[in-house]
């Protein structure tokens, strides 16, 4: 599943393509893929201009002239894919549907504006989705009435951070840290990165973690994140970004699937173990448990 960094940069990349386009035409092949009625999609889609293209952790919204949105979520294979006269532009899972003629048997929802332009969404394994619903009522998903505060708001401040870990002291920092009620869109790449960024060890208790650490906990945690955003996301596996180019984080990662590696900060051999049922990457050095 992407991670806030990787969805950030496809919203950032359709930003660009998308926004002011007309919807004249959609097509879908599975209902769990595109659960809407008919109606909603004849009344609030055809005919509906894209205002804007927002996030909010994992979840991609692209709001209508109609007062709608389409609310859509990549999952683990998900592409978007932009095809117009001039340029071509593809963002999520790298299979051959980023270059392929489309539609193909993945494709599960197209979209086509009223220049000719098309946006497929495709899911080889139909876990993503694409919903359209009232704007207005996006913010009544049990999903994004539980997500927590988005990591990288400018107004999102270390004091608040550490007041939002408060209930959990006696959960161990990762598995806090990847609990999307507490902070949104942080996923496994991005906690052992900031964790070995702030010296501070999966395993610990949120409970024994003091101000300084927390404070530098933070400041870590929107570096590493920042930064991905710059190279365009870790996608050197599983994502890409709107053009079609995959992320190149990995290749300034310090601590993830570095095992075996030595730490750059003191060269101590990485290790990785399971922590939050998750593989986890930590130097026995910098991070003590």
């Known amino acids: 599943m992407p991670e806030l960094p990787e969805v950030e940069t496809v919203r950032r990349g359709l930003h660009a393509l998308i926004l002011g386009k007309k919807i004249s035409a959609t097509s879908n092949d599975n209902p769990k893929s595109f659960p809407n009625t008919q109606t909603d999609v004849n009344v609030f889609l055809i005919g509906a201009s894209i205002t804007d293209i927002r996030r909010r952790a994992k979840v991609l919204m692209i709001d209508l002239s109609t007062d709608y949105s389409l609310v859509v979520h990549l ?6 894919v932009y095809v117009g006269s001039d340029a071509r532009f593809g963002a999520g899972h790298p299979n051959d549907s980023l270059v392929n003629t489309l539609p193909d048997k993945s494709t599960r929802v197209s979209l086509q504006f009223d220049d000719g332009s098309m946006l497929f969404f495709n899911d080889q394994r ?3 989705w694409v919903r359209l619903m009232p704007t207005l009522e996006i913010p009544n998903l049990p999903f994004m009435q539980k997500v927590g ?8 401040t270390a004091q608040q ?6 209930r959990r002291a006696r959960t161990n920092i990762k598995a806090a840290l990847l609990d999307q009620s507490v902070i949104a869109g942080v996923g496994n790449i991005y906690a052992d990165e900031a964790l070995w960024g702030a010296r501070v060890h ?5 409970g024994s973690l003091t101000d300084a650490e927390f404070s530098l906990l933070y400041s870590q945690l929107r570096e590493v994140m920042n930064l991905s955003i710059e190279k365009g996301g870790s996608s050197n596996r599983n994502y890409v970004n709107a053009e079609g180019k995959r992320g190149s984080y990995m290749d300034f990662a310090r601590v993830f699937r570095r095992e075996g590696l030595p730490c750059p900060r003191c060269g101590t051999t990485i290790e990785k173990s399971r922590v939050a049922g998750r593989g986890t990457h930590t130097c026995p050095t910098c ?3």
């Open 75 to 80: 999952k683990m294979t998900g592409q978007l």
């Open 202 to 206: 999966p395993q610990r208790l949120v």
């Open 126 to 128: 139909k876990f993503g």
């Open 149 to 156: 505060p988005e990591p990288l708001e400018p107004d999102f």
């Open 161 to 166: 951070f550490a007041q939002r870990f408060s």
């Open 287 to 289: 991070q003590v448990a």
